[in-house]
């Protein structure tokens, strides 16, 4: 349910997955029109190795900042935002830095570019286990609890019910596509273990951010 970079993996033996470039668009004259883009360590002002919020990077409020005085649909884009934070802790994505989140210079304006470069990272143990930004003061997804889903929905000026009404649509389509993708990925590529994990790992989680955006539906205790 999220645009995103078009993409795909090819190539035998060593795989490479190659995305298109957004930030062209091809003319009917058949030549190329460059769309100035910015990445959100650029747009919040911070250097490229303060990608991750541990490091002095942005976190979730100081993007909603720059979304809320700059681009042209705020309300859209937020709940974009919300939506890709979810999706990247449904598949394990810890490196959902600053740089991996963009604007685009439209004609009709500012606007979060495709979504791109989300990698279930947390399957490879050689990889940092932490959120690259704090999902409402929180690192990892065995601590959220309804605390952070307060803080996180006040980080970016929601409630949470409306955070978890973005989630819910997102883990049902998750659970019910899942296996037909990573068997179109098998059948494409060959099998991997790496694909059982993967698989194995967005089914549990999808459980767990369930159980914590349901904290958000229901009296708070």
Not at 65 to 75: D, E, G, Q, W
Not at 156 to 161: C, D, E, H, Q
């Amino acid at each position: 349910g999220l645009d995103t970079a078009d993409s795909a993996a090819w190539g035998s033996g060593r795989l490479l997955f190659e995305s298109a470039r957004f930030d062209r668009w091809e003319m009917e004259n058949g030549t190329l029109r460059r769309i100035h883009q910015e990445d959100f360590c650029q747009a919040t002002g911070h250097r490229s190795a303060q990608k991750y919020q541990a490091r002095g990077g942005p976190a979730y409020a100081d993007i909603v900042h720059v979304i809320r005085r700059h681009t042209a649909n705020p309300l859209r884009d937020i709940d974009v935002l919300a939506s890709w934070v979810l999706f990247n802790l449904l598949v394990g994505n810890n490196d959902a830095h600053a740089k991996n989140l963009a604007l685009l210079y439209t004609p009709d304006g500012l606007q979060l570019a495709p979504v791109y470069d989300v990698v279930s990272t947390h399957v490879y143990p050689h990889l940092d286990r932490q959120f690259s930004i704090e999902v409402g003061g929180q690192r990892t997804p065995e601590a959220l609890h309804r605390t952070a889903l307060d803080k996180f929905a006040r980080s970016l000026g929601m409630k949470p019910a409306a955070v978890a009404r973005l989630g819910e649509p997102l883990i049902d389509r998750a659970r019910g596509q899942v296996a037909s993708v990573f068997g179109q990925v098998a059948s494409q590529h060959a099998h991997a273990p790496v694909l059982d994990q993967i698989h194995d790992l967005i089914l549990e989680r999808a459980v767990l951010l369930e159980n914590w955006l349901a904290a958000g539906l229901g009296p708070r205790p």
